[in-house]
């Protein structure tokens, strides 16, 4: 089931790099960030709150609100590149170096969360990082 989720992120997360670069142009990056973030904050606390969920942040302890703003930084960070990654740039070209989040996420996982490398595991992170530098090389 999960990797139907997955499969679901990787086609919005591609209408969203095709819906940015059209939202981008002609409009600072930084402020077509701040209202992404806006629509995306109604939806999720819609969301919750349809879903009886509110309640949980009571049962929040420190590590979880200090990895959770820090996933949310380094989210803020993300995006606020990402678009002005997409103002400068074509979406054939942002969105597959973006994507190379995919490979340092693996790479970052097993140095800080003790995940196993497996050999299939290294070998598509290197195909990804390969591709990357396959686009990117001129």
């Known amino acids: 089931m999960w990797w139907t989720f997955a499969l679901l992120s990787a086609f919005f997360a591609a209408?969203?790099?095709?819906?940015?670069?059209?939202?981008v142009k002609g409009v600072d990056s930084d402020l077509?960030?701040?209202v992404?973030?806006?629509?995306?904050?109604?939806?999720a606390w819609l969301i919750v709150g349809f879903r009886g969920l509110a309640p949980g942040l009571f049962?929040?302890?420190?590590?979880n609100l200090v990895f959770l703003c820090l996933s949310g930084l380094a989210?803020?960070?993300?995006?606020i590149f990402y678009f002005k990654a997409l103002q400068l740039g074509k979406v054939s070209q942002v969105a597959p170096i973006d994507k190379l989040s995919v490979a340092l996420a693996i790479i970052l996982s097993?140095?800080?969360?003790?995940?196993t490398l497996t050999l299939k595991t290294g070998l598509g992170a290197g195909l990804i990082i390969a591709g990357t530098l396959v686009l990117i090389v001129r």
């Open 15 to 23: 209408l969203t790099a095709v819906f940015a670069k059209m939202g």
């Open 32 to 34: 077509a960030t701040a």
């Open 36 to 43: 992404r973030t806006i629509v995306i904050t109604v939806i």
């Open 59 to 63: 049962t929040l302890n420190r590590q």
């Open 75 to 79: 989210t803020g960070l993300s995006w």
């Open 110 to 115: 097993v140095i800080f969360l003790g995940e």
